[in-house]
């Protein structure tokens, strides 16, 4: 069973940076695929980045490429999502998860649970 604890949330203005963690714990965290989610008010959860154990190969949703970088140290049980560039689109919970695969929130085994980002304009 594994945990996953986030955080790094917070309130920003627009153009500004924040940097996620979301540290493991209670399994082998190098060999799970990381992802991050996001949900807003009223909106269904939306994937926003992840990235695979075996050959570290990201994948991000369109709206954040080139702004936001995920990344991973499996010596630390740890994973991230720098944000740049902040957007106040991106106001949502995020969540870390673990266990699945792709961009389908259902697949996933394991989540956090959840760290508030809010961007002002």
């Known amino acids: 069973q594994v945990q996953l604890v986030e955080s790094g949330g917070g309130l920003v203005q627009a153009g500004g940076s924040l940097r996620l963690s979301c540290a493991a714990s209670?399994?082998?965290?190098?060999?799970?695929?990381m992802a991050w989610f996001r949900q807003a008010p009223g909106k269904e959860r939306e994937f926003v980045a992840s990235?695979?154990?075996?050959?570290?190969?990201?994948d991000y949703v369109d709206s954040v490429k080139g702004r936001f970088t995920i990344s991973r140290d499996d010596a630390k049980n740890m994973a991230y999502l720098q944000m740049n560039s902040l957007k106040p689109d991106d106001t949502a919970v995020y969540y870390c998860?673990?266990?699945?695969?792709?961009?389908?929130?259902?697949?996933?085994?394991?989540w956090g649970q959840g760290t508030q980002v809010t961007v002002s304009s």
């Open positions: 998860a673990a266990g699945g695969h792709g961009r389908n929130p259902t697949v996933y085994d394991y």
């Open positions: 209670g399994g082998t965290f190098s060999r799970y695929n």
């Open positions: 990235i695979k154990w075996y050959n570290t190969i990201t």
